[in-house]
């Protein structure tokens, strides 16, 4: 039988297919017999629609996010172990964040790899639906098994996607059994497939985060595992009504809750508002309890970082961060309710974050990366 022989590429794959007469290929799809071949090298390329298996590893990362991040909301995903299991190798009992819940996040192309304690990747067992026991945490390489597209489902929320399509989905308070995949539609999981993303450590320079205000006590809603937040949003150019709570996640409102946060030299960072040109301002370099009728302790006018715009940003060791002014004084929080139209009461004059429960306010914030 005559043969040709023709290369195609997937995402650092080369597939060389031994092509009969009369065999049919597009781009994205290899013949049965280059798949008992195993012909597949290592090199960079673009996307088939029904993957081989990989046999060899990636290219290295084009890029690696600062920090690490943890997932999930009140039950944060664990790699049992810092990593190196196949079986249960995701749980999601924990409920406070530590080294096995923090996972170092990874640009390949277009798609995101995460990365447990133990340097292997998070990977998903190939063509596999509906099943609870698809997640592994062996693998120290990048292949197609370790690539995630994230898709927001609301801010700060993200739908992972694996190379072959499939939407994960997470049962908390589960160590069995907590982590499965569902072809074709997000909603098709039993629980939920929207993962938060909770930042940890180095914010870098540069990226965009959420600054959410925790809604302690609300609990859970039904049927999912995730706790409303309120994320702050601002609008640029503004002396009044420049910061506020955004609500709930989701909407247009979103736009208006992404700041760029800017590392200066001093190692304070300038938090840049969503239209790319203004600045929050500290009035008066923090210290003050509230605004006037006319003007906000909070701004959003500037067009360049001074002193009142610099803030420092610290990771409490928990995920959790302080906003502390050129003053000294931190930015604190009050929420007027529990429902997101009764607003919540911002301060810069808290002068220990642990002890702004006892004058009603809290001082600690919750970061979340913005991949989109």
Known sequence: MNTTTTTYRSHGLI???????????????ITAAAL?????????????????????????????????????????????????QTINALTTTATTIGPDERFTVEQVGDYLAFKTADGNYVSVTDGVSNA????????????????????????????????????????????????????????????????????????????RYSIVMEASGIGYWPGTALVPEYPLGAIGGRIKDAIFEDGFYGGEDDLNARFTLIRQDDGSYALQTSNGINYVTAVDGGGLAHGTAESDNLHTDATRVGTWEKFRITD??????????????????????????EGAFLTTDISDPAAAPSIGYNAYFVLSPLWN
């Open 316 to 341: 409490q060791g928990n995920c959790t961060y302080t906003l502390q002014t050129h003053s000294g004084y931190y930015v604190g929080y009050k929420r007027n309710g529990t429902a997101p139209a």
């Open 36 to 84: 008992a071949a195993g012909l597949l090298v290592h090199t960079e390329g673009f996307t088939f629609d029904k993957p081989p298996p990989p046999t060899r590893f990636l290219s290295e990362p084009t890029g690696v996010f600062p920090g690490q991040v943890a997932l999930g909301w009140s039950y944060y995903l664990t790699a049992r172990d810092g990593g190196g």
């Open 15 to 29: 597939a060389t297919a031994l092509l009969g007469v009369g065999a049919i290929m597009n781009k994205r799809t």
């Open 132 to 207: 609870t026991q698809v997640t592994q945490t062996v693998l120290p390489y990048l292949t197609d098994t370790t690539l995630f597209s994230v898709t927001p489902s609301s801010l700060g929320y993200y739908a992972l996607v694996s190379y072959y399509d499939y939407y994960m989905y997470y049962i908390p308070d589960q160590s069995t059994a907590a982590i499965g995949t569902n072809p074709g539609s997000p909603s098709d999981g039993p629980v939920t497939t929207g993962f938060a993303a909770q930042q940890c450590g180095d914010l870098g320079s540069g990226y």
